[in-house]
């Protein structure tokens, strides 16, 4: 067995990380600044987009794009049961009701059918998740959301660095929200940004992350600028800080990389449960695209073991390999079941999955003897659970 747990994710942090942060920390700047820019121009030039807006998460930039896109009371936005609780409470929160439409069971990501089965008169918009980095099919999505003038919200979260046909995710015409979260592609230790074509909807979200505030602090204090500002709404507090940006800055830089040794892993994953009965390995879809392998997410058939897989998630803690879920549909939650009730069996393929997966460790440090080890614990633990 493995001497040394192997959580299944660490953020990579470099020296040049940590001299950016020492470098804000010493030069008196430490909220949105300089570097917020630097990290939004670099952001914009990699994804291909011509305006983005940096935030304090994803949840931030959820929350902010559904208000700027207008969507409120009233109104039904469809989404996934498969992602995490913050695509959907953001719903919640300017009072729009969510719809799930449920999930392809090889991809994990949302059914375009689904979708347009759960269409209604009071539909505003189709929230995709591009599931642990595999693009939906955006032309499909694109193609129902101009059939019935809808507006799409991308939750990129998993997706920096994702490529859907040729394109990256974020360069759509459409609004896509990622996420720097340590656990994501990369971090700024909590962030969000958000990507549109839409010069009007980047200037409503600017506006609304800072208090409703006509100018950024930064400006003001800055040798350019005049203390006098004007609140013209009522907005949030959801700026990102430099020294945040001064992270993102260096990770960004480094993505590519991340993303090569995150696919070496996968493969090698994929390739070892290729035969082995008790497992899904994640499918691939029917189209081009770049997979940003944020997550390796297979299903085990409980159905064939004696244990259920939160009990498989323990066993493997005891061979030292840690797992992650992600996730436990939404509408399992308790304040979804309570709230949003789902008839029994509207979401079949969304339980199946929800009740078998789990993420296996997957971050560009791992070596490939680690790779080794966690394939080897997933065999143990089957081996002694098998039906
Ligand atoms: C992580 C995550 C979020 C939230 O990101 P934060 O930056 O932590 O707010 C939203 N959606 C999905 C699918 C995520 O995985």
Same mark, same amino acid.
């Given at each position: ?100 439409? #449920? *999930? ?14 759960? $269409?209604?008169? +009071? @539909? /505003? ?116 800080? #430099? *020294? ?14 991340? $993303?090569?040794? +995150? @696919? /070496? ?123």
């Amino acid at each position: 067995m493995r001497k040394d747990f192997l959580p299944f994710s660490i953020p990579t942090i470099e020296e040049e990380e940590i001299r950016e942060v020492v470098d804000s920390l010493q030069s008196g700047w430490i909220t949105t600044g300089p570097k917020v820019k630097k990290f939004e121009d670099e952001f914009k030039a990699y994804v291909d987009s011509p305006f983005a807006v940096p935030l304090s998460s994803a949840t931030a930039g959820l929350h902010l794009a559904l208000l700027a896109m207008g969507i409120g009371p009233g109104d039904e936005v469809i989404t996934t049961p498969m992602t995490f609780a913050a695509t959907v409470n953001v719903m919640i929160h300017v009072g729009a009701t969510p719809v799930f439409a #449920d *999930i392809e069971p090889g991809t994990l990501n949302i059914d375009v059918q689904a979708v347009r089965g759960k $269409i209604t008169e +009071r @539909t /505003k918009a189709i929230v995709p998740v591009h599931f642990a980095g595999l693009p939906c099919d955006l032309d499909a999505i694109f193609a129902l959301a101009k059939e019935f003038n809808l507006q799409v919200l991308e939750d990129a979260a998993h997706a920096i660095g994702t490529e859907y046909k040729g394109k990256r995710i974020g360069s759509f015409d459409s609004v896509s929200v990622f996420s720097f979260h340590p656990i994501k592609n990369i971090t700024t230790g909590e962030g969000g940004m958000v990507c549109t074509r839409d010069e009007k909807l980047a200037e409503e979200i600017s506006l609304l992350k800072f208090h409703g505030m006509s100018r950024e602090a930064w400006k003001r204090y800055s040798a350019q600028g005049t203390p006098n500002y004007d609140i013209v709404l009522p907005g949030f507090k959801y700026n990102m800080m #430099d *020294i945040q940006a001064a992270l993102g800055i260096h990770q960004l830089r480094k993505l590519d990389r991340f $993303i090569e040794q +995150r @696919t /070496k892993i996968a493969e090698f994953y994929n390739a070892a449960f290729a035969d082995v009965e008790e497992m899904i390995t994640p499918a691939a879809a029917p189209y081009a695209y770049r997979h940003a392998w944020h997550l390796y997410t297979p299903l085990v058939r409980i159905e064939k073991l004696t244990i259920d897989r939160d009990a498989f998630m323990a066993e493997l803690k005891k061979e030292n390999i840690g797992s992650g879920l992600h996730f436990k549909a939404v509408h399992h939650h308790p304040y979804y079941r309570e709230n949003l009730p789902v008839a029994p069996g509207e979401l079949p393929q969304a339980d199946y999955a929800s009740d078998r997966i789990l993420s296996l460790p997957l971050f560009p440090k791992m070596v490939m003897e680690d790779a080794v080890d966690v394939v080897a614990a997933v065999k143990n633990v089957l081996a002694r659970t098998r039906k």
